[in-house]
Structure formats: structure tokens, C-alpha cells
Nanobody, 122 residues
């Protein structure tokens, strides 16, 4: 599975931005997909994740972005979108797409994209 992000940009605080991730290759049995972010000098952190996709799915959203960010998926096009609003300078980070694929009943494989840069100016 190859993950390719797009949509990162420089925006002003309070603005909105959508980033997207397209999955290609063998995307069968993808069980989770979503977004992490990593700012310089900081640990990678979860932003939003769709999990249990094969069972109908549920969403996890980081407390720091609840009410401002949302995640959606277009399964037919193998796309995962992150809609961001009310952006703050502290949202500045490299946003990385993430996916899990079930290999066997006890084994999964994780995939990461290269990331798309989101910079929020004050």
C-alpha cells in the first residue's frame, strides 16, 4: 500500500484547510486509516483515526482538535480527508497519513505516507 498526501499549505490563524490522502496498491483489508502530525522537536501525535472499517467503523479524534477537525473517507476512491477549521499556530506540523492492513487474524501491517506540511501563521 502506498499513501500519498496532498493539500498542505500556509494559512492564517482562524482559517480552514483540507488535506487528503490517496491509497494505492493492494488496499484490500484496510482496517484503519487516518492522520497523525509531527511538529519540529515534538513527538508524533494522533489527530484523527477511522478504525474498525470492516465492521462499520468508528472515529477517534484528539482532544486538541475536537470540534475543529473532522475526518472522512471516500472508500470508492481510496481517499481519506482531514477537514481542518479554526486553525491555530500550534496546529503547524507535518501531517502524515496512516493506514493499517489486516494480513492474518493475528497480524497487521502499518503504512505511513511522506506527509504534507501545514503551517498556520499568527
Amino acid at each position: 500500500v502506498h499513501l500519498a498526501e496532498s493539500g498542505g499549505d500556509l494559512v492564517q490563524a482562524g482559517g480552514s484547510l483540507n488535506v487528503s490522502c490517496e491509497a494505492s496498491g493492494d488496499t484490500s483489508d484496510i482496517s484503519a486509516a487516518g492522520w497523525y502530525r509531527q511538529a519540529p522537536g515534538k513527538r508524533r501525535e494522533l489527530v484523527a483515526l477511522l478504525r474498525g472499517l470492516r465492521e462499520g467503523g468508528f472515529v477517534g479524534i484528539a482532544d486538541s482538535v475536537k470540534g475543529r477537525f473532522s475526518i472522512s473517507m471516500d472508500s470508492a476512491k481510496n481517499l481519506v480527508h482531514l477537514q481542518m477549521s479554526a486553525l491555530r499556530p500550534e496546529d503547524t506540523a507535518l501531517y502524515l497519513c496512516y493506514a493499517e492492513q489486516v494480513i492474518t487474524s493475528i497480524s497487521i501491517h502499518s503504512y505511513w505516507g511522506q506527509g504534507t506540511q501545514v503551517t498556520v501563521s499568527s
